[in-house]
């Protein structure tokens, strides 16, 4: 009895034995198995490229990275530079080694100031090289020829809103060569700016808060009224109360 019991025992003991064995021999595989696919599993979402696919953000779609609607690229370019880059401004800049040139297609007394002058004035507003400097030197030498005040004067209806635009800038730099070329066309036309004086000298008020551009603002109304006239000085005090007659 007892050596039958002993040897059930042993059976029990061998059998326990070869399956604690056997589990213990698997484990390597399986360790080895599992650490494998945690390994797969963890530089598979550490991937970028993964990550987009396994989650994509909703504003991968709606809102790309690459596509900015506001950017320089993608901004549609202005109604000058258009125009001069189809060649509908018949001058070119020629770079020289202390300052810049235009070069005229043809002599500017032979051109026609409709649209020309005011696709010039268009330009002021700018900021970009070379267009920056063609308007403006085009401007100021279109207004040069002979007899820029006949073909100017008519234009006025269209110009000065176009010169407005530019007065009411918020770059600097637009607003000073907007002031230039109101100088500019006040010497050609004379008393005929009148009329419209008003509509421009709200954005001349306006700047002369500002310290730095006191003086270049008062020197120009007073070029206004030279060539205004006693018109232009009432114009002026309407506006601007605080401004000076050259007359006092």
């Not at 064995?21 to 993964?50: G, L, Y």
């Not at 060569?177 to 008003?198: E, I």
Request: net charge positive; charged share 25%; proline share 8%.
């Amino acid at each position: 009895m007892q050596k039958s019991e002993c040897q059930g025992d042993m059976r029990l003991k061998n059998r326990v034995t070869g399956n604690c064995n056997q589990r213990t021999s698997a484990n390597p595989r399986i360790t080895q198995r599992t650490a494998v696919q945690r390994s797969k599993s963890s530089s598979s979402a550490s991937s970028p490229e993964s990550a987009r696919k396994v989650h994509p953000r909703p504003s991968d779609k709606l809102n790309p990275k690459t596509i900015n609607p506001f950017g320089e690229q993608s901004r549609a370019p202005s109604a000058f530079a258009a125009v001069y880059s189809n060649g509908g401004v018949p001058c070119r800049l020629v770079h020289g080694s202390v300052k810049h040139r235009l070069q005229w297609d043809c002599p500017p007394e032979n051109l026609p100031f409709d649209p020309l002058l005011i696709t010039l004035a268009e330009g002021l507003r700018e900021t970009k090289h070379p267009y920056t400097f063609v308007s403006k030197e085009g401007f100021r030498e279109l207004l040069l020829v002979q007899d820029a005040p006949a073909k100017a004067v008519p234009l006025l209806p269209r110009l000065v809103p176009v010169l407005k635009a530019a007065l009411a800038h918020s770059d600097d730099e637009v607003f000073e060569r907007g002031v230039n070329a109101l100088v500019q066309l006040s010497v050609v036309v004379g008393p005929s700016l009148n009329d419209h004086l008003k509509h421009l000298l709200t954005s001349l008020s306006k700047r002369l808060r500002d310290k730095k551009f006191k003086e270049p603002i008062t020197s120009a109304l007073q070029k206004l009224e030279q060539h205004g006239g006693s018109e232009s000085l009432i114009i002026i005090k309407a506006k601007i109360p605080t401004y000076c007659s050259i007359c006092c």
